[in-house]
């Protein structure tokens, strides 16, 4: 593909609800990476994919966010039982290889809403 | 670790006129990586320059460069004839260096919004 792609672009889901958000990494990179844009905390990392080894978790807010990568391609972040402060814009990146000098991608995001 | 700090939370310049936005960092790491991004209101996160700590020739594309002083940790963007489409939230992020091949995710500071005036 073009670039990367985020589906879906806007989720509006209830308190203790669960949630999936998806990733389609460009073409080829195998370093996929996500994010979190909140207003109160700024940009944050999330979590940290390269090829099929085990991910970077470190950053993940709560036993509650987990994340899947298939095939080495394509990524779902799961919220389960979503609180309002979950509330944010999820982005995607990803790079050509898992390494800090490749420059990371970024997808337009998915807004969340937890009412 | 590390962290970024972007100290003008807004900026409005004329349009064609030259602009800059401050960064600082701070980290115990001799060796990592520096970006600019910008992100428009479409949201999309877009790369704008990056410079190798290691290198001392401050990096250049286009009409963006930076001023980078590594001793006081500084890390400035320079947008030279600005334009109405600059306008957008400007980001500095670090990224530490890994050897041995290897990445984890960007620390970014807060943000820095630009408005070009027309």
């Known amino acids: 593909g073009a670039g990367v792609s985020q589906s879906p672009s806007n989720k509006v889901t209830e308190k203790g609800k669960d949630v999936e958000l998806r990733c389609d990494p460009i073409?080829?990179?195998?370093?996929l990476y996500w994010y979190r844009q909140s207003l109160g905390q700024g940009l944050e990392f999330l979590i940290y994919?390269?090829?099929?080894?085990?991910?970077?978790k470190s950053g993940l807010p709560s036993d509650r966010f987990s994340a899947e990568r298939t095939g080495g391609s394509v990524s779902t972040l799961t919220i389960q039982r979503t609180q309002q402060e979950d509330s944010a814009v999820y982005l995607c990146a990803s790079s050509l290889a898992g390494q800090s000098k490749m420059a990371q991608y970024f997808g337009p995001g998915t807004r969340l809403l937890v009412l | 670790a590390q962290t970024v700090t972007q100290s003008q939370p807004e900026m409005s310049v004329q349009e064609a006129e030259t602009v800059t936005l401050s960064c600082t960092y701070d980290?115990?790491?001799?060796?990592?990586?520096l970006f600019w991004y910008k992100q428009p209101p479409s949201r999309q996160m877009i790369l704008v320059i990056r410079?190798?700590?290691?290198?001392?020739q401050n990096a250049t594309e286009n009409r963006f460069s930076v001023n980078f002083q590594k001793a006081a940790k500084s890390f400035s963007l320079k947008i030279s004839d600005s334009q109405l489409g600059d306008t957008a939230m400007y980001f500095c992020?670090?990224?530490?260096?890994?050897?041995?091949?290897?990445?984890?995710?960007?620390?970014f500071g807060k943000g820095t919004h630009l408005i070009i005036q027309p």
């Open positions: 073409s080829g990179h195998t370093a």
């Open positions: 992020a670090f990224m530490k260096r890994y050897s041995g091949g290897g990445a984890d995710g960007l620390t």
């Open positions: 994919f390269q090829g099929n080894s085990a991910p970077d």
């Open positions: 410079q190798e700590a290691y290198k001392q």
């Open positions: 980290t115990s790491e001799n060796n990592y990586y």
